[in-house]
């Protein structure tokens, strides 16, 4: 397997461009592609600053021994997955810009990941968790009224939480109730919420973010406590504060965009609504939100039927 003369940082390096330039993934996702690959070299015993060089002899049978490997390890096979898919698009992607020959990833099965179903919130515990927020930010402290506004939001609209902290000033319509949402790839999205989440931003736009603001701020809605923008461990944070305030059982701030679906699902929104709302790609990621419905269902019958 042949490939060009190249610095050992080179093949990766162009590759990363590729992931974020062109194929415009997430900063997570990069990172967790290009870790994988590392991972791949080091199996396939890579000496130092010899990394390109070990990709570039790499062969079908090397990838089914690597995977096997982790698998023999017990890693899950939702990693084992990613870590397919990431040989997949660094094989073809250096195939077809001529860096290696042959490409020894297009026989490389699919590894399914495990089904599992997203973790979902109770309306009981979504208005537990939203009360407390609310209670907590009637002290005036602006980060108090930011988590409050932040969990409305990100309940209300279904987002993620790398595009909550994302949105700037000019995003967020208030009187139409509207926010323009980057999700992955840079797809733009416009997304409605309910009048309690209004009335959580208009506090923390009134009362919250100007306490905050500093010479760094610039347009960001969400600010941290430096006034700079919010990052997701501190969202992450308020969240499990919350959640332990609330008497709930901890839940990650992904868990909101879960419940968001499941509960619009629940109340009869349609599958291609619930799509949009949430930016998938593919109709078939949404649709498992409908397997977390028929559970709730199914779960209630039970309980409820006298002949369940």
């Known amino acids: 397997m042949a490939t060009t003369d190249a610095s050992p940082s080179e093949l990766l390096g162009a590759f990363e461009g590729h992931l974020r330039d062109e194929r415009g993934l997430s900063g997570n996702t990069v990172r967790a592609y290009l870790g994988d690959l590392v991972s791949l070299a080091a199996h396939l015993g890579a000496a130092e600053g010899r990394l390109d060089a070990a990709l570039a002899r790499c062969t079908l049978a090397d990838l089914r021994t690597w995977l096997a490997a982790m698998d023999g390890e017990g890693l899950s096979r939702t990693t084992l997955a990613r870590r397919g898919a990431a040989a997949r698009a660094f094989f073809g992607w250096a195939a077809d810009t001529g860096r290696i020959q042959p490409n020894p990833a297009v026989r490389l099965a699919s590894a399914r990941p495990a089904s599992v179903l997203p973790t979902v919130l109770s309306a009981a515990d979504v208005v537990a968790l939203l009360d407390v927020a609310r209670t907590r930010a009637d002290d005036g402290d602006p980060i108090h009224l930011r988590d409050w506004a932040a969990v409305e939001l990100l309940y209300a609209t279904g987002m993620r939480v790398g595009e909550l902290a994302g949105v700037d000033l000019p995003d967020i319509d208030l009187d139409e109730r509207l926010v323009r949402v980057v999700g992955k790839g840079d797809k733009e999205r416009v997304v409605p919420f309910g009048v309690p989440a209004a009335g959580a931003m208009r506090e ?24 700079q923008r919010v990052d997701q461990r501190q969202v992450r944070e308020a969240v499990h504060e919350l959640c332990r305030l609330a008497g709930v059982d901890e839940v990650a701030p992904h868990a909101l965009r879960h419940t968001a679906a499941t509960h619009l699902l629940t109340g009869g929104s349609d599958l291609r609504s619930v799509q949009e709302v949430l930016g998938h790609a593919s109709l078939a990621t949404t649709q498992r939100y409908t397997h977390v419905s028929a559970e709730r269902l199914r779960a209630a019958y039970h309980l409820a039927h006298p002949r369940a």
């Open 204 to 227: 923390w736009l009134a009362r919250g973010r100007p306490a905050l603001v500093s010479p760094e701020t610039g347009a960001a809605l969400m600010l941290g406590r430096r006034g």
